[in-house]
């Protein structure tokens, strides 16, 4: 593996980074940075660097998820924002468990059937593209609320290395130059004006941010003000309004992110501490790990057609109850304690058979009494006290609605798309949703954001969280079974190849590489679709594990550009 940036002295300490090249035999033998005390993983290099950084500088995991997240709305404007919204879960080295909801809301000018015409079809494009599309951000709230709590260094000096990067440039990928190239067309359609990515971006050419500094410094100055009152909300607003959309100076004010209690289960001798509602993730995933852990998975093989069969009903079921109970619990009632028991889902699984796929049509959500009725960004942060973040953060699409307010110097999300617009139709993910998500003023909509934390024997073992929409919560656990069940390193957890199946449409996707044609024909034969060609990777996980020496290891997707860093 080729190591891109330098090693630099700081004291006595050196941090390292590490960017992983597509890995030739894909998993065995790769191995991610190791570290003794802290480490940053995330989307981009800089990113992870400023984390590191700050961790070195004697902060902890939330000052440097703080410095993180900033430093991912400048250098990874395809999902790192700050206009959009996220969840963060945190575990302390007490083992003290606590979640952050800092999801987008919906305007207070928003109505169930805004996305639908008069003869109630859906206007095809208006919940992904343009100003309609755009829920009330809660980034920069959110990391207000983290430093309120348990910030340890001045938020001045976390900001700073953002808003330095900023003003200095940053190098473009060859990854990004692709990315930018492909959404180009829609930055002018929906902004009727050139932007700042609306040009010929080469691999090796500085981008400057130097509008998106100036907004940074104001929040620099007047904290949560700076961004959700004044000029920057003034900006925010007469962009969205300009282009359609109902967003007023009263949402920006009133949003507030909210602590919440996350999903806790176990899985053997594990205790996953996952993403409650409005994340569908910590549920669903609960689900799943509870349809499997009557067998021997390292037994059935890893991705062998046992396993992926097995898998795929669990993930099947668990889907199809995701749609029907599934939403913003302050506007909704949710079965959670059911719907995670493990006595539910053995009753979901006895319609399973080794012989034949269940159908998807033949699976509708459970019956509970009283209950008849990618792009996104993620990062995962250790400290030295013992501390550990995972935070998933998200602008829905790639660049989120691409609406971009230009004297901000950011893009604004596309979340209203997550809603459920028309019970029943699917979403950009192909999710089909029903009356629990469907959108209410001020309500937030249902994400599969996944960011997730894994204890084994009381003690801290993994961090691990994906973007990539609705196959956020089979990558994050295909990782997590990767390591514990399947004896992978954290590197090769990540690398290895990936499937997807989320009850509706009934497919399993599977990555291009990784899965041979025997394999595919066997498991066509017993009923399952499968989609292979033309697939793109499923996820993009970034993670962190503690070895059995209790060193730190790091998996950074190859997939990406993202990037290990630490001390
Ligand atoms: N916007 C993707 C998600 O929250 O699931």
């Avoid at 990874?76 to 700050?82: L, R, V």
């Avoid at 050139?194 to 509008?211: H, M, N, P, R």
Wanted: aromatic share 8%; glycine share 10%.
């Amino acid at each position: 593996m080729k190591k891109i940036c330098s090693l630099f002295l700081i004291g006595l300490l050196a941090i390292q980074c590490k960017n992983i090249q597509p890995p030739k035999s894909v998993v065995h033998k790769a191995q991610g940075l190791i570290t003794e005390n802290a480490m940053v993983v995330s989307a981009r290099v800089e990113a992870s660097e400023i984390g590191s950084q700050i961790l070195l500088k004697g902060g902890n995991a939330f000052d440097a998820m703080i410095a993180t997240e900033l430093a991912l709305a400048v250098a990874y404007p395809f999902a790192g924002n700050i206009g959009g919204g996220g969840f963060m879960v945190y575990r302390l080295a007490d083992g003290t468990t606590g979640a952050l909801d800092y999801r987008e809301k919906a305007p207070l000018a928003a109505s169930k059937n805004m996305f639908l015409d008069e003869i109630g079809d859906i206007i095809n494009g208006k919940s992904t593209l343009g100003g309609m599309a755009v829920g009330v951000p809660g980034t920069i709230d959110g990391l207000f609320k983290v430093h309120e709590k348990f910030g340890t260094l001045p938020f001045s000096s976390l900001i700073q290395p953002a808003i330095d990067l900023a003003n200095k440039g940053v190098v473009v990928t060859k990854k990004q130059a692709e990315r930018i190239a492909i959404y180009k067309e829609y930055f002018y359609k929906v902004n009727g004006t050139k932007i700042l990515l609306d040009s010929v971006w080469k691999e090796g050419d500085t981008i400057k941010y130097v509008q998106l500094a100036k907004t940074l410094q104001r929040i620099n100055e007047h904290g949560r003000d700076g961004f959700y009152k004044g000029e920057t909300a003034e900006m925010l607003v007469n962009t969205v309004q300009k282009l359609g959309g109902i967003i007023t100076l009263e949402d920006l004010e009133k949003y507030q992110a909210k602590w919440r209690k996350p999903v806790e289960f176990t899985y053997k001798d594990l205790k996953i501490i996952s993403m409650s509602p409005p994340s569908s993730g910590g549920i669903c995933m609960a689900q799943i790990f509870n349809a499997i852990e009557p067998f021997n998975l390292s037994e059935l093989g890893h991705n062998s057609e046992k396993t992926i069969q097995l898998l795929t009903e669990a993930e099947r079921r668990a889907y199809a109850d995701r749609s029907h109970y599934l939403g913003d619990p302050d506007f909704i009632k949710i079965p959670i304690e059911t719907l995670i028991s493990k006595s539910y889902v053995k009753k979901r699984m006895e319609s399973f058979s080794w012989d034949n796929a269940t159908l998807s049509s033949t699976i509708t959500h459970g019956k509970i009494a009283g209950f008849e009725s990618n792009e996104t960004t993620h990062y995962s942060i250790v400290d030295k006290f013992g501390n550990a973040i995972s935070a998933t953060t998200t602008l829905n699409g790639a660049y989120g609605s691409k609406v971009f307010v230009s004297e901000g110097g950011f893009f604004l999300n596309n979340e209203m798309d997550d809603f459920s617009s028309k019970p029943g139709t699917p979403n950009m993910f192909g999710l089909i949703g029903a009356e629990a998500n469907s959108i209410e003023p001020g309500k937030r909509m249902l994400s599969s954001m996944t960011p997730t934390i894994v204890e084994k024997n009381n003690k801290f073992y993994m961090s691990v969280g994906s973007p990539g929409g609705s196959t956020i919560i089979t990558s994050v656990l295909q990782t997590i079974l990767n390591v514990y069940e399947f004896d992978l390193g954290m590197q090769e957890a990540v690398n290895a190849p990936r499937f997807h199946h989320q009850w509706l449409p009934d497919v399993i996707t599977m990555e291009p590489i990784g899965f041979d044609s025997t394999l595919i024909k066997n498991l066509q034969q017993k009923g399952y679709i499968i989609k292979q060609e033309n697939t793109t990777i499923i996820g993009k996980v970034d993670a962190i594990l503690r070895l059995p020496n209790g060193k730190l290891e790091g998996g950074a997707d190859y997939r990406g550009d993202d990037t290990a860093a630490g001390f």
